[in-house]
């Protein structure tokens, strides 16, 4: 118990003991400590705490909370980072053949660029049910192809041959997939050109309900790192194309539109496209 002391100050106290953290005690009362002093409530006033076993009663308390509280947090931390969500899965890509070009041996290297790696990629998650709602979709873009059909990027085919290529005139190109709805949208995967392992420039992908992308953009990923593209300055890093592919995490931000710009790549000024998915919730 805390109890047993006379009353300090009353109702007109209570600012002071609301200004401090207090501290559950036995019998349901308050303490806590305030300069150097220990106080507890009780009937709604603030009493003073004279006994120094009461004290330590809610010293222990106190620490009998801090010490909860901590492994109470560590364990959420540790569920989070852990564990995926009940309700989420893997996402499962269908990925293309490697290309049997090779590595090169000159492959560009840089701080912002991520490095090659020959391990799988570690799974990304996502809700279970999620489909590729891009796929059929129709396709616009900043110019048109030279080589290949719009039609050909929500095709679902992505071999690292020539004819799955759709080829465009060199600078800051976009391509745009109708959704035909507002989705959420959980992950969009791409394959630029994976014929070749290169780094493509200035990937940029958002999102919109607006298809003219004035009013309402999201941008989901950013590696024009000196905004050569003038869309603003991306944190993200250059990747190599792979047949894994890139995927970009759509953040659940819902949208019936997706753009994706690039600028050309290492080996060459052109833009390529073979791929682009987007997963999301089917509406019912
Ligand atoms: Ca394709």
């Known amino acids: ?7 300090v100050g009353g109702r007109a106290d209570r600012p002071l003991a609301d200004a401090v953290p207090a501290r559950r005690c036995r019998r349901g009362r308050f303490c806590f400590e305030y300069a150097g002093a220990f106080f507890y409530r009780k009937d709604g006033d603030v009493q003073h705490m004279k006994s120094e076993s009461k004290r330590w009663i809610c010293n ?16 959420r931390i540790a569920t989070a980072a852990d564990a995926p969500a009940k309700d989420t899965e893997p996402l499962a890509l269908k990925l293309p053949a490697p290309t049997l070009k090779g590595t090169p041996e000159d492959l560009p290297t840089g701080a912002n ?3 090659l790696s020959d391990k799988p990629r570690p799974p990304f998650y996502v ?5 590729n709602v891009a796929l059929g979709k129709p396709v616009t873009s900043s110019v048109k192809p030279f080589t290949g059909e719009l039609s050909q990027i929500t095709d679902g085919k992505k071999e690292a041959f020539d004819y799955d290529c759709v080829e465009m005139k060199k600078g800051t190109q976009w391509i745009q997939v109708d959704l035909g709805e507002s989705l959420p949208i959980y992950a969009i995967a791409m394959w630029h050109d994976h014929r070749y392992i290169q780094v493509m420039h200035d990937v940029i992908v958002q999102v919109s309900d607006d298809p ?3 009013n309402g953009v999201t941008t989901l990923f950013n590696n024009d790192v000196d905004n050569s593209s003038g869309l603003g300055v991306g944190s993200d890093r250059e990747y190599f194309e792979t047949h894994y592919g890139k995927i ?3 953040k659940g931000v819902k949208a019936r539109y997706v753009r994706s710009y690039t600028r050309g790549g290492s080996l060459s000024a052109l833009n390529c496209w073979q791929e682009l998915e987007v997963y999301a919730l089917p509406s019912q």
């Open 1 to 7: 118990m805390c109890g047993a002391v006379k009353p």
């Open 113 to 115: 660029i991520e490095p």
């Open 127 to 131: 809700p279970k049910g999620v489909k």
């Open 212 to 214: 003219e992308f004035q």
């Open 60 to 75: 222990l308390a106190r620490m009998l909370t801090l010490v909860v509280g901590c492994a109470l947090g560590t364990a």
């Open 248 to 250: 970009v995490d759509g």
